[in-house]
Nanobody
Framework: HVQLVESGGGSVQAGQSLRLSCKAS??????MGWFRQAPGKEREGVAG????????IHADSVKGRFTISKDAAKRTLYLQMDSLKPEDTAMYYC??????????????WGQGTQVTVS
């Protein structure tokens, strides 16, 4: 079993940036992804990254503004979020061992970190 702990969320104004981090409790070389869920909406995929750490995919709604990356040595997944918009407001989750963008396919989830953009 692997534990995932997100951090880096917060409240910002539109146009500002945040960087989310997700640290794994142990080395776990699997596909990973970031998802988000706003109140009353289904959980949706934001970005995914392959085991190679190079192959990535981003949702159309965040393409050009968000960037997923990982540092294998630090066992940490990142989501750099620039030019934030109010519609990006949601709880953000990292997930491991699954096929993006299907949240039901992922085996492990963090507890989430709140991002609020006003």
């Amino acid at each position: 079993h692997v534990q995932l702990v997100e951090s880096g969320g917060g409240s910002v104004q539109a146009g500002q940036s945040l960087r989310l981090s997700c640290k794994a409790s142990r080395t776990y070389e699997v596909r990973m992804g970031w998802f988000r869920q706003a109140p009353g909406k289904e959980r949706e995929g934001v970005a995914g990254i392959h085991v190679d750490g190079i192959t990535t995919i981003h949702a159309d709604s965040v393409k050009g503004r968000f960037t997923i990356s990982k540092d294998a040595a630090k066992r940490t997944l990142y989501l750099q979020m620039d030019s934030l918009k109010p519609e990006d407001t949601a709880m953000y989750y990292c997930a491991a061992d699954g096929r993006y963008p299907c949240p039901r396919d992922f085996a492990h989830w963090g507890q989430g970190t709140q991002v609020t953009v006003s």
